[in-house]
Protein backbone atom coordinates (compact mmCIF):
# COMPACT_ATOMS: atom_id res chain seq x y z
CA UNK A 1 0.00 0.00 0.00
CA UNK A 2 2.74 2.59 1.08
CA UNK A 3 4.83 1.93 -2.31
CA UNK A 4 2.27 3.62 -4.13
CA UNK A 5 2.74 7.33 -2.79
CA UNK A 6 4.54 9.61 -4.26
CA UNK A 7 4.15 12.05 -1.62
CA UNK A 8 4.40 12.06 1.97
CA UNK A 9 3.64 14.77 3.78
CA UNK A 10 4.00 14.26 8.03
CA UNK A 11 2.74 16.91 10.48
CA UNK A 12 5.60 17.17 13.31
CA UNK A 13 4.23 17.32 16.94
CA UNK A 14 2.25 14.10 17.72
CA UNK A 15 3.64 12.23 14.59
CA UNK A 16 7.22 12.19 14.75
CA UNK A 17 8.33 13.75 18.06
CA UNK A 18 5.85 13.36 21.42
CA UNK A 19 6.27 17.19 21.44
CA UNK A 20 2.64 18.04 22.10
CA UNK A 21 2.36 18.08 25.81
CA UNK A 22 6.08 20.08 25.42
CA UNK A 23 4.15 22.81 23.20
CA UNK A 24 1.40 23.18 25.41
CA UNK A 25 3.09 23.62 28.71
CA UNK A 26 5.14 26.31 26.86
CA UNK A 27 1.47 28.35 25.80
CA UNK A 28 1.05 27.97 29.41
CA UNK A 29 4.06 29.14 31.31
CA UNK A 30 4.42 31.97 28.33
CA UNK A 31 1.02 33.21 29.01
CA UNK A 32 1.34 33.02 32.64
CA UNK A 33 2.29 36.63 33.39
CA UNK A 34 -1.43 37.57 32.44
CA UNK A 35 -2.92 34.81 35.24
CA UNK A 36 -3.40 31.59 35.88
CA UNK A 37 -6.78 32.22 34.38
CA UNK A 38 -5.56 33.35 30.87
CA UNK A 39 -2.84 31.07 30.47
CA UNK A 40 -5.65 28.21 31.19
CA UNK A 41 -7.36 29.69 28.37
CA UNK A 42 -4.93 30.16 25.97
CA UNK A 43 -4.00 26.31 26.66
CA UNK A 44 -7.65 25.07 26.37
CA UNK A 45 -7.58 27.20 22.61
CA UNK A 46 -4.36 25.67 21.77
CA UNK A 47 -5.31 21.77 22.19
CA UNK A 48 -8.70 23.03 20.90
CA UNK A 49 -6.70 24.18 17.56
CA UNK A 50 -4.06 21.89 16.70
CA UNK A 51 -1.61 21.90 13.80
CA UNK A 52 -2.30 26.16 13.40
CA UNK A 53 0.57 28.04 13.97
CA UNK A 54 2.24 29.72 17.25
CA UNK A 55 1.26 33.08 15.46
CA UNK A 56 -2.34 32.27 15.31
CA UNK A 57 -2.72 31.35 18.50
CA UNK A 58 -0.99 34.24 20.33
CA UNK A 59 -2.60 36.69 18.57
CA UNK A 60 -5.74 35.56 19.16
CA UNK A 61 -4.70 34.92 23.18
CA UNK A 62 -4.27 38.97 22.47
CA UNK A 63 -7.24 40.01 21.29
CA UNK A 64 -9.76 37.33 22.52
CA UNK A 65 -8.07 35.72 25.63
CA UNK A 66 -6.06 38.25 27.76
CA UNK A 67 -8.21 39.81 30.35
CA UNK A 68 -8.50 43.61 29.66
CA UNK A 69 -6.71 46.62 30.86
CA UNK A 70 -4.16 43.89 32.15
CA UNK A 71 -0.19 44.87 31.56
CA UNK A 72 1.85 41.82 29.91
CA UNK A 73 3.74 40.69 27.38
CA UNK A 74 3.44 41.32 23.36
CA UNK A 75 3.40 39.67 20.41
CA UNK A 76 7.24 39.20 20.10
CA UNK A 77 7.70 38.50 23.47
CA UNK A 78 5.22 35.75 24.30
CA UNK A 79 6.59 34.42 20.80
CA UNK A 80 10.24 34.68 22.47
CA UNK A 81 9.13 33.24 25.83
CA UNK A 82 7.32 30.39 24.12
CA UNK A 83 10.21 29.82 21.95
CA UNK A 84 12.42 29.70 24.85
CA UNK A 85 10.53 27.11 26.83
CA UNK A 86 9.95 24.48 24.03
CA UNK A 87 13.36 24.61 22.47
CA UNK A 88 15.24 22.34 24.87
CA UNK A 89 12.22 20.02 25.07
CA UNK A 90 12.28 19.49 21.37
CA UNK A 91 15.78 18.08 21.64
CA UNK A 92 14.62 15.71 24.43
CA UNK A 93 11.42 14.14 23.79
CA UNK A 94 10.57 10.83 22.19
CA UNK A 95 11.19 9.91 18.54
CA UNK A 96 8.45 8.10 16.75
CA UNK A 97 9.62 4.79 16.34
CA UNK A 98 9.95 3.17 13.04
CA UNK A 99 10.90 6.09 10.19
CA UNK A 100 14.03 4.86 9.26
CA UNK A 101 11.94 1.32 8.21
CA UNK A 102 9.04 3.14 6.45
CA UNK A 103 11.38 5.59 4.37
CA UNK A 104 12.81 2.14 3.29
CA UNK A 105 9.96 1.11 2.22
CA UNK A 106 8.61 3.82 0.56
CA UNK A 107 11.95 4.47 -2.03
CA UNK A 108 9.66 6.78 -4.82
CA UNK A 109 8.14 8.77 -2.35
CA UNK A 110 9.21 12.95 -1.17
CA UNK A 111 9.24 12.92 2.52
CA UNK A 112 8.26 16.96 3.77
CA UNK A 113 7.23 17.71 6.97
CA UNK A 114 4.24 20.70 7.19
CA UNK A 115 4.05 21.98 10.67
CA UNK A 116 2.44 24.23 12.93
CA UNK A 117 6.00 24.72 14.54
CA UNK A 118 8.74 27.46 13.79
CA UNK A 119 10.11 26.87 10.61
CA UNK A 120 13.87 27.55 11.66
CA UNK A 121 13.05 25.90 15.20
CA UNK A 122 12.10 22.81 13.30
CA UNK A 123 14.99 22.47 11.24
CA UNK A 124 16.91 23.05 13.65
CA UNK A 125 16.08 20.59 15.85
CA UNK A 126 15.73 17.93 12.80
CA UNK A 127 19.06 18.55 11.90
CA UNK A 128 20.41 18.02 15.47
CA UNK A 129 18.15 14.85 15.58
CA UNK A 130 19.62 13.54 12.77
CA UNK A 131 16.35 13.22 11.01
CA UNK A 132 16.46 15.61 8.40
CA UNK A 133 18.13 13.51 5.49
CA UNK A 134 14.55 11.48 5.73
CA UNK A 135 12.81 14.69 4.48
CA UNK A 136 14.00 14.94 0.87
CA UNK A 137 10.62 17.30 0.46
CA UNK A 138 11.49 19.82 2.80
CA UNK A 139 10.70 20.77 6.54
CA UNK A 140 8.18 23.70 6.49
CA UNK A 141 6.46 25.24 9.38
CA UNK A 142 5.22 28.72 10.67
CA UNK A 143 4.55 31.58 10.22
CA UNK A 144 3.40 30.19 6.71
CA UNK A 145 0.07 28.34 7.17
CA UNK A 146 -0.42 24.29 6.40
CA UNK A 147 -2.33 25.40 3.31
CA UNK A 148 0.64 27.81 2.24
CA UNK A 149 2.90 25.28 2.10
CA UNK A 150 1.04 22.73 0.44
CA UNK A 151 -0.20 24.98 -2.07
CA UNK A 152 3.39 25.70 -2.89
CA UNK A 153 5.50 22.36 -2.37
CA UNK A 154 2.61 20.26 -4.17
CA UNK A 155 2.94 22.65 -7.50
CA UNK A 156 6.80 22.35 -7.35
CA UNK A 157 6.68 18.76 -7.67
CA UNK A 158 6.72 17.13 -10.91
CA UNK A 159 4.77 14.07 -9.90
CA UNK A 160 3.13 14.65 -6.21
CA UNK A 161 0.27 12.58 -6.57
CA UNK A 162 -1.06 9.74 -5.37
CA UNK A 163 0.09 11.58 -1.83
CA UNK A 164 -0.78 11.28 1.74
CA UNK A 165 -0.87 13.04 5.10
CA UNK A 166 0.08 11.55 7.97
CA UNK A 167 -1.49 14.06 10.76
CA UNK A 168 -3.01 14.17 14.54
CA UNK A 169 -5.42 16.92 14.54
CA UNK A 170 -8.50 18.03 12.99
CA UNK A 171 -6.98 20.71 11.07
CA UNK A 172 -4.71 18.14 9.26
CA UNK A 173 -7.45 16.27 7.79
CA UNK A 174 -8.91 19.55 6.34
CA UNK A 175 -5.42 20.42 5.06
CA UNK A 176 -5.48 17.22 3.37
CA UNK A 177 -9.06 17.45 2.18
CA UNK A 178 -8.24 21.01 0.67
CA UNK A 179 -5.31 19.19 -1.49
CA UNK A 180 -7.02 16.05 -2.34
CA UNK A 181 -4.71 14.01 0.06
CA UNK A 182 -5.41 10.79 1.30
CA UNK A 183 -5.26 10.93 4.89
CA UNK A 184 -4.30 8.30 7.70
CA UNK A 185 -4.95 9.95 11.70
CA UNK A 186 -1.87 9.02 14.09
CA UNK A 187 -3.36 8.84 17.30
CA UNK A 188 -0.55 7.80 19.94
CA UNK A 189 0.56 11.21 21.38
CA UNK A 190 -2.36 13.39 19.83
CA UNK A 191 -4.09 16.39 22.11
CA UNK A 192 -7.32 16.27 19.91
CA UNK A 193 -10.09 15.02 22.35
CA UNK A 194 -13.11 13.48 20.61
CA UNK A 195 -10.60 12.31 17.62
CA UNK A 196 -12.20 8.52 17.94
CA UNK A 197 -15.68 10.08 16.75
CA UNK A 198 -14.05 12.41 14.52
CA UNK A 199 -12.09 9.74 12.19
CA UNK A 200 -15.40 7.32 12.46
CA UNK A 201 -17.87 9.97 11.51
CA UNK A 202 -15.24 10.57 8.93
CA UNK A 203 -13.67 7.31 7.55
CA UNK A 204 -10.43 8.23 8.68
CA UNK A 205 -7.67 5.43 9.03
CA UNK A 206 -6.34 5.26 12.21
CA UNK A 207 -2.76 3.74 13.45
CA UNK A 208 -1.68 3.97 16.96
CA UNK A 209 1.93 5.66 15.15
CA UNK A 210 3.24 5.88 12.02
CA UNK A 211 5.51 2.36 11.44
CA UNK A 212 1.87 0.46 11.33
CA UNK A 213 1.39 1.87 7.95
CA UNK A 214 4.22 -0.72 7.45
CA UNK A 215 1.84 -4.11 8.04
Not at 37 to 43: H, K, N, S, Y
Not at 46 to 74: C, Q
Request: with cysteine; glycine share 8%.
Amino acid sequence: MMDQYRTIVFDCDGVILDSNKVKTEAFYQAALPYGEEAARALVQYHVSNGGISRYVKFEAFLSELAPAGTPGPGLDELLERYASSVKQGLLECRVTEGLDELRAATPKASWLVASGGDQNELRSVFAQRELASLFDGGIFGSPDDKKVILQRELAALPDDKPALFIGDSRYDHEVAQTFGLDFVFVSQWTEFSGWEAYCRSHGIPVVDAPRDLLS
